[in-house]
């Protein structure tokens, strides 16, 4: 055996021994410079942070201040009451020494803009002439707040400008969305914000919105992008060194004549989240070596030297063993690769995934099915076991979590089903299969499990479970009787079986029976447990063209059933013999229910006889109209009215045929409403309009429409009633009224013309006896002019109170065209300036009381004419019983609706046989020549139908008392 040479092996490990140092004190250099260099990239890596934050946290904070302003502008000034009247210039005067105010407040604000909801441009503050285009189509900004009604902020190239937009919707006092306000900001806001914040210089790119540049700059395009703030100083030497913005890394240098600068790279989006803006942030590197910097020039050519030395001393070593390592290395990985591809496509189709959990370290692996089942991104899965948890259904957490710590801690496999939630709110069912490895110790290491998606699988079990309830319900539900049998044992049954047999469920009904045949009874024709030596099932299949009856026993009556079989196939080995479906229809009440039919419809054809006997000897025209308003039905007298034959109405208009052509129009859009309602203005009341009959004369009818509801659809009935005959009694009625009237008004001129002449008795006199007395004087030469001058006074006032008599007689005779305004006092008044004298040369007195005296509208004459009626058959009674003390009480009152006026005597009242008749036409108590019986007809005729008032008649304390009540508007509207 050769000796083994130790020396060499010495020479080995000492070599190996210095190149093992040599490569620690490279990697200790390699070490130190890779931490210099990190620390200067954390830096750089937080200042870029910083900035991104600062960017975020001032494009936050400006639109949370834009959104306060609008708000404010929106609730504390009348714009969305000026906006609702689309007032364009009142809302320029509103918000212009706003806008200025905000223009001088903050420079980057650019727009102030109000737009409606049609998303049309209503008012630009900052362009006053132009509006009214349309900007949907072109900024989805504005569809998007006219269709949420929200508050809504982004970048946007619009009509005019590229601006970061804050818009706020406006709603006018019924919470109705009417437009909206927007703010307009250049992004030159970010960038001076940066620069007061973090002290640094920035440029702002928007790719090729072709906005117009600054003019001192020179417009071109870096990768489709052009600059939109400002460049001064050092900033407008980077610009011009700038060839493109398309780096490679986020943090890049850019060098010009004087400086160098670190170049921080931020993109943005704009409202439909495409890349829109590029911001430049630039941070001045000083450019200056230490000895420090030299040293580490020395210190990496030395190592570059040492690890040239050790690639080549490694190489030579290894080498040889790359090629063999390298291709077992590749066989390896074939296999892994074509291991975990035949594993994966496998959970694919099976939907079973695999996961592991290192339990010390609570690293949790899983496969790419798992993350399918969960549909969950593996980018944004924290991979722990708390993370699975909270993928699992809210209220299966628990148990899952139990049944993991209970595994764990008997140290057991466990499997689990439980749900997940999605997050649009489907359910997931899985099944959960785990086992895990411990140590020595007991502690545990590893778990290991499987995760199977069997929510198809539940999908299938609920349906089959849903379909056999509702097959069972369908069963219940059925009036027969249908079990499903072999012939022997019954095998199930439904809720009518039960029912019938008296038992809650079908096990207490196989405790005392196998057979519902234990309930048949023996009658001709019948089923019996046994016919012809055949089970009565077996007996229905061999006669399947006989009806099959069975008798049962229930409440000690006896039901008849009609029975029919089917054989139902089922590949059960559960059961030993073919099974079928049988159903027993009870036909016992059939023929009950029969003669019950036959009576109704006997009934139902006697009331339709009836009702067509009322129908025919009906006087008024029945007509019935369907949904269309077209005659489906009408009586004789219809016919006789209208004049049409059945076949000349039946399908036709009804409105065209029988409505005047003035009111074809309105009775269609009437008719309309009520066959889709059931409503209408004219329904359940009686109307007087004008028909047309066959021929085309027109005639008065009254008319009361109702509504029947038939099969779902409005059918209208009317009753028509021919007022020909109706109208021509009315106009003689009239006739005689009026001549009645004027009956009336002649005997009370005949009244007037007395008590004329009882007024004029003593001034004629008076004035008579004064003429002769002056023309005494005169003779006797014996004139005193004051006396002379006091006589004509007296004279000239009675012939002013003769004119005033005349004026009251002719305001009496006057006709009434209009109502008047008079004070309550003064027509009553009026009225004993024509009756007065004549009460007071009989001796009758007169007493008078008015109470809250107020003007009313009415017919002055007329009242008066009423008035005088009353008084004179009181002064009338008074002197026909010769009474001394005659007296006459006339009182007055007033509310807010009528005037009161009550005239009474003390002359012994009227007699209680009268009573009733005194407002009879030509019914008198006076003789022939005392009286017409109209007077009081005419006071009521004058009073209800004319005025619109009341009167009545009573006695009171010994006397008549005639009590009227007026209206204080008069009938005519006033």
Known sequence: MKKLDTSSLRKSVTFSIVITMFILIVVIVAITNFIYEDRDKDYERKHSLQVHRSIDQTIHHYVK???????????????????????????????????????????????????????????????????????????????????????????????????????????????????????????????????????????????????????????????????????????????????????????VTVSTANNDYKVHIFSLNDFENKPKIKILIFHDILKSFTDEDYLLIIQLSFILISLAILVWFIYTRIKSYENRVTEIYRKQILKIHESQHLLAKSQKITHIGSWKLNIASNKLIWSDEIYNIFEIDPKKFGATYEDFLNAIHPDDRKAVNSKYLESLENKTPYSLEHRLLMKDGRIKFVKERCETTFDELGNALVSIGTIEDITKQKELQNEIEFNRDYLQNIIDALPNIVIVTDGEKIKRANRTMLNFTGYETLDEFKKDHDCICDYFIKEENTLMPFVDELTWLAYIFANPNQTHEASMMRDGKIHRFIVQAKDLPVNDSTYEKNISVVTFADVTEIEVIRNKLNNSNKVLLENEEKLRAITDSALDAIIMLDNDGKFIFWNPKAKAILGYEEDELLGKDFHKIVAPKAFHEAAKKGYAKFAKTGEGDALGKILELSAIKKGGHEFPVSLLLNGVQIDGKWHGVGFMRDLSETKKMQNEIKQKDEIMLAQSRQAAMGDMISMIAHQWRQPITAISMGAQNMQLDIELEDVDYERFNDKLSKIVEQTSFLSKTIDDFRNFLKPNKKADICMLSKLVEGTLGLIGKSLENNNITLNKSFKNDIEFITYYSEVIQVLLNIINNSKDIILLKNMSNGTIDIRTDADEENVYIEICDNAGGIAQDVLPRIFEPYYTTKDEKGGTGLGLYMSQMIVEKHLKGTIVAENINGGACFKLSLPIKSNDGK
């Open 65 to 251: 201040e834009y959104v306060y302003i609008n708000k404010r502008i929106i609730q504390t000034t009348k714009l969305a009451t000026l906006l609702e009247k689309k007032d364009r210039e009142s809302i320029y005067k509103l918000l212009k020494p706003k806008w200025d105010l905000m223009r001088e407040e903050e420079s980057a604000l650019k727009t102030m803009h109000i737009h409606l909801k049609d998303g049309h441009s209503f008012l630009r503050m900052h362009m006053p002439n132009i509006y009214g285009d349309e900007l949907t189509h072109i900024r989805p900004i504005i569809k998007e707040i006219h269709t949420s009604h929200k508050e809504i902020s982004g970048f946007e190239t619009g009509t005019h400008n590229s601006l970061y937009r804050i818009i706020t919707p406006i709603f006018d006092n019924k919470n109705e969305y009417i437009g909206a306000l927007e703010i307009g900001l250049s992004l030159n806001f970010i960038i001076n914000e940066l620069k007061d914040i973090n002290g640094v210089d920035g440029l702002v790119f928007i790719k090729n919105d072709k906005l117009s540049l600054p003019k001192n700059i020179k417009n071109k395009l870096l990768n489709g992008y052009e600059i939109q703030s400002t460049p001064h100083g050092n900033l407008d030497l980077i610009y011009k060194s700038l060839k493109t913005l398309d780096f490679k890394r986020q943090d």
